[in-house]
T-cell receptor
């Protein structure tokens, strides 16, 4: 069964600190893995996309890693800011039809305190 | 980046009424749009794939007669929740696939989400 599991479910950190969010998946075949940021009551916004051959990708203070062998990914946030408070969703797509299919994790709810 | 809008952003209605939600791609054409539903602290659940000029493809368990989808132009898809009931209360999201892109493949993001519509059925 194709699944995407994220941990932790929620996380509270102090402003300025770093944190790492985890994503494990069983989706097969694999096309790419994305990390989205979703603010409360808003639509998800793409942070990074990684294909099979990519191990790491950065977008400002966000750095995603991918280990396609172990089917694990992480999202590292550096020097957190209050505006980083949001849900971070890991999404894996398969290599089915031309449209493929997206499998969504439940997200990690990050709260950054001043 | 590309912009997708949804209208309304929130709606409260009485049980038994119908509610229409619009999804528009503002600066690009989208032959394909997707409709999702998200319950609190849950992941997005794909409801249906909307294709311009043809019938929508519904996911298993989604009633096509209850959730009517119309994709009449390359920039607009609508979702109508017919005879809404309290259990239909949820956060409804759409996404639009930029023409030429693939929702599942490639290194570039070509699927853009709208801001969502919160529906409360009393």
């Amino acid at each position: 069964k194709n699944q995407v599991e994220q941990s932790p479910q929620s996380l509270i950190i102090l402003e300025g600190k770093n944190c790492t969010l985890q994503c494990n998946y069983t989706v097969s075949p694999f096309s790419n893995l994305r990390w989205y940021k979703q603010d409360t009551g808003r639509g998800p916004v793409s942070l990074t996309i990684m294909t099979f051959s990519e191990n790491t990708k950065s977008n400002g203070r966000y750095t995603a890693t991918l280990d396609a062998d172990t089917k694990q990914s992480s999202l590292h946030i550096t020097a957190s800011q209050l505006s980083d408070s949001a849900s971070y969703i890991c999404v894996v797509s398969d290599r089915g039809s031309t449209l493929g299919r997206l499998y969504f994790g439940r997200g990690t709810q990050l709260t950054v305190w001043p | 980046g590309a912009v997708v809008s949804q209208h309304p952003s929130w709606v409260i209605c009485k049980s038994g009424t119908s509610v229409k939600i619009e999804c528009r791609s503002l600066d690009f054409q989208a032959t394909t749009m997707f409709w999702y539903r998200q319950f609190p602290k849950q992941s997005l659940m794909l409801m249906a794939t909307s294709n311009e000029g043809s019938k929508a493809t519904y996911e298993q368990g989604v009633e096509k007669d209850k959730f009517l989808i119309n994709h009449a132009s390359l920039t607009l898809s609508t979702l109508t929740v017919t005879s809404a009931h309290p259990e239909d209360s949820s956060f409804y999201l759409c996404s639009a696939l930029q023409n030429g892109g693939s929702a599942s493949g490639g290194p570039e993001e070509t699927q853009y989400f709208g801001p969502g519509t919160r529906l409360l059925v009393l």
